[in-house]
């Protein structure tokens, strides 16, 4: 009866199903699973949307990877009050082991709006001084035109604020314009500057970057400004963008003005050389003549030509005048007629002939810009759409979404395709100017 006993509990271990085991295996489950969080302090703004399970997963010995079982009580937490606020998560395993753990959420108020309103209205009171201090500056050029024409009190010797503060200024500018005035190197540096200081009448190329100085600090300032205006604090790499473009922000202005004063003389110089022409055929000299533009027409190039008068009148040759004054302006047109008068000056000739071919030369090559200019004109209307509808839609989406590109400047992986976007957008702006290049 025994051995009978004992087959049959032989037969039903060996015939036992695997659930069983399974039931066995589950009965012998001790361990509880594990919450993993990487943080579990946060510091938020009230309504300000919140990624609870981004730094979280859960774990069990038995039953693996439970993240997708993890329970918490995110229902019950008001986040639109301040204060600090309890988030928990609980997960199980299929034994009944339960796991609890806790993150702390400090949520503050939200500022943002007041921030923006206090960023905007520091740009406006900003660009309101900015405006104040252009129209003081033509003021002051106004009053230095008329100051010869009129007699000052002798009794008022008091100057007011903003004449005391741009004295101030100009101090400070002539303190700095000796220091760097000592460095060699700023002094190679500094000549590329020339042309504005002739043209435009500024005081020394050495000043001009004692100004350029002036200006990357003050937009220094304005970003320091409005981070602290945002309850942050800018780290020196960040510095440097806002001083790099408030220190180029005047190459930049006259670069632009510069190019229009050349255009400007260059469309100017037609009527000057039939002036010219005209004066040499009524028996005038070239001082005479160059007297007569000087006179009888307006703007940049009546400019130039009064300077070319002082010139010859204090002695400089012909030739040297001319060719001073093609290297300011550096065109074909002047480099042209500084070439023509160096030759008639050095060969001789017939100067009435020699006008009339440099009047008649340049009237066809202005024809044939012209037409040039209207050949190129859609393909270069094409070219500038094409550049600037990809920065327009980027501007738009961060518009609709700010956050849209925040991985693209915030990650690794996304520098690096920020910066092969860059990469490929300039190559595209370089093939797309090659092929819309109208050859003539």
């Known amino acids: 009866m025994e051995e009978f006993i004992n087959n049959d509990n032989e037969d039903v271990g060996l015939n036992t199903p695997s659930s069983v085991y399974q039931e066995i295996l589950d009965s012998e489950d001790n ?14 703004k009230a309504n300000e949307q919140f990624d609870y399970m981004s730094n979280v997963s859960a774990t069990d010995i038995q039953d693996g990877n439970l993240t997708n079982f993890i329970t918490t009580n995110i229902d019950e937490i008001d986040f639109t009050k301040q204060g600090i606020k309890k988030l928990e998560y609980t997960v199980s395993d299929k034994s009944g082991n339960t796991t609890t753990e806790m993150v702390f959420i400090t949520v503050v108020k939200d500022d943002t709006n007041l921030i923006k309103i206090g960023q905007f209205s520091f740009l406006i009171i900003f660009l309101l001084v900015l405006i104040f201090l252009i129209k003081y500056l033509k003021s002051i050029r106004l009053e230095k035109r008329f100051s ?34 000592k460095s060699k190197f700023l002094k190679d540096r500094a000549k590329k500057y020339n042309k504005y200081v002739e043209s435009f009448g500024l005081d020394s190329n050495i000043k001009f970057i004692s100004r350029k100085i002036v200006v990357g600090f003050i937009f220094l300032l304005v970003a320091i400004i409005v981070k602290l205006s945002g309850s942050q604090i800018m780290q020196p790499y960040e510095m440097i963008i806002p001083f790099v473009l408030g220190f180029y922000t005047l190459d930049i202005i006259y670069i632009c003005k ?33 007297d007569l533009v000087s006179v009888e027409l307006n703007g940049p190039i009546a400019k130039e030509f009064c300077k070319i008068k002082q010139e010859l009148l204090f002695g400089l040759d012909v030739e040297i005048s001319f060719k001073r004054f093609s290297n300011r302006i550096n065109t074909n047109e002047s480099i042209y007629l500084a070439t023509s008068l160096s030759v008639l000056n050095k060969s001789g000739g017939n100067i009435i002939k020699v006008f009339s071919s ?79 290049k109208v050859r003539m």
């Open 31 to 44: 361990d509880a699973p594990i919450i993993n969080i990487k943080q579990k302090t946060f510091k938020i």
């Open 148 to 181: 010869k024409y009129t007699i000052n009190s002798s009794k008022n010797k008091s100057i007011s604020l903003f004449d005391s503060l741009y004295n101030q200024y100009n101090d400070f500018i002539d303190k700095m314009t000796k220091f760097l005035s």
């Open 258 to 290: 510069y190019s229009l004063y050349r255009k400007k003389i260059e469309n100017d110089m037609v009527e000057a050389i039939t002036v010219m022409n005209n004066a040499f055929k009524s028996g005038m000299s070239i001082i005479q003549a160059v």
């Open 358 to 436: 440099i009047e008649e030369n340049l009237l066809n090559r202005k024809k044939l810009q012209n037409e040039f200019k209207s050949l190129t004109s859609s393909s270069k209307f094409i070219m500038y759409v094409l550049i600037f509808v990809p920065i327009a839609f980027v501007l738009f989406i961060s518009i609709l979404n700010n956050e849209y590109f925040k991985p693209l400047y915030t990650t690794p992986i996304g520098i690096i395709m920020l910066l092969l976007m860059i990469l490929i957008y300039v190559s595209y702006i370089i093939t797309v100017k090659h092929f819309l």
